[in-house]
């Protein structure tokens, strides 16, 4: 049976948890650009409710924009991580160190 570092998993939830506080302001979805009879469009795609939605954002946002969908990628690679971190603690009873 592997033994399981809970100093290690304490200290590296801890550290994804002062990342995820500091991670700023996100947005799920997707970007992309339209570019319709020589103008630039640009878009995030997202789902809600089963369907696809769409939303414009301007050229002075889209930066912005994608920033805060690249934020919402790295908060799901936390989540995930923590996610481990914590069903490995709980599996040694010592989850709420």
């Not at 319709?36 to 050229?59: I, P």
């Not at 889209?62 to 799901?76: G, K, S």
């Amino acid at each position: 049976m592997k033994r399981i570092d809970h100093k290690r998993l304490l200290e590296r939830r801890e550290a994804l948890l002062s990342e995820l506080g500091a991670l700023g302001p996100f947005v799920a979805g997707s970007f992309f650009e339209r570019n319709v009879r020589g103008v630039k469009w640009f878009c995030v795609s997202r789902m809600r409710g089963g369907a696809q939605r769409q939303a414009y954002v301007s050229a002075d946002r889209a930066e912005a924009t994608r920033d805060a969908i690249a934020r919402h990628a790295r908060l799901m690679e936390i989540i995930g991580e923590l996610s481990d971190i914590n069903l490995s603690l709980i599996k040694e009873g010592r989850e709420f160190e």
